[in-house]
């Protein structure tokens, strides 16, 4: 099973702010790395795929790099509605399709 | 548009089952794998289990299984999660999702049904 890990668990920024969420795989997944943002009460919503490739409905401010074991997800200038707890999910080696503890990016 | 509709959860004793359902519309639901995700209260993303198109192949997570059961109806369009022997540790929000693979990112979800375990 391909452990997934996120890192910070939390992350305080101020409104307009980049935000830098990280993301490791224990083993590589090339790059079938999966984004998601949930807010609460809410389901969660795809976001990144393919470690790159943006969603729809989302904003040019997020974006999606890496390869192999290390993935990043910036938020280039955080809006309020940006708030929320963001899941990494690999979808290489399954099953089971495995998601990071996921990071919550509050307001500061 | 796309629309997953679950259903079916409640609160159950230790011990106890539950049948989840989960009505697709808005895509042709037989060209789909259908997965179910769970989420504890407060707590991450936990894969639960998959079926292939026409119910055949199915896979679990070893958390649930022998105690869980997926199958599918093409003909209603509609998802089930058969959940026996139910612990604690069961409850959780649950999410269907479909994918157009075996494995795959989630593009849809439904709004999830709450399962509580607890005496």
Avoid at chain 1, 66 to 86: H, K, N, R
Avoid at chain 2, 39 to 58: C, E, H, Y
Wanted: glycine fraction near 12%; hydrophobic fraction near 35%.
């Amino acid at each position: 099973e391909i452990v997934m890990t996120q890192s910070p668990a939390t992350l305080s920024v101020s409104p307009g702010e980049r935000a830098t969420l990280s993301c490791r795989a224990s083993q590589s997944v090339g790059s079938n790395l999966a984004w998601y943002q949930q807010k609460p009460g809410q389901a969660p919503r795809l976001l990144i795929y393919g470690a790159s490739t943006r969603a729809t409905g989302f904003s040019a401010r997020f974006s999606g790099s890496g390869s192999g074991t290390e993935f990043t997800l910036t938020i280039s200038s955080l809006q309020s509605e940006d708030f929320a707890v963001y899941y990494c999910q690999q979808y290489t080696n399954w099953p089971p399709l495995t998601f990071g503890g996921g990071t919550k990016v509050e307001i500061k | 548009e796309v629309q997953l509709v679950e259903s079916g959860g409640g609160v159950v004793q230790p011990g106890g089952s539950l049948r989840l359902s989960c009505a697709a519309s808005g895509f042709t639901f037989s060209s789909y794998w259908m997965h179910w995700v769970r989420q504890a209260p407060g707590k991450g993303l936990v894969w639960v289990s998959r079926v292939n198109f026409d119910g055949s192949s199915t896979t679990y997570a070893d958390s649930v299984k022998g105690r869980f059961t997926i199958s599918r109806d093409n003909a209603q369009n509609t998802l089930y999660l058969q959940m026996n022997s139910l612990r604690a540790e069961d409850t959780a929000v649950y999410y269907c999702a479909p994918t157009a693979t075996p494995g795959g990112n989630f593009g849809y979800w439904g709004q999830g049904t709450l399962v509580t375990v607890s005496s």
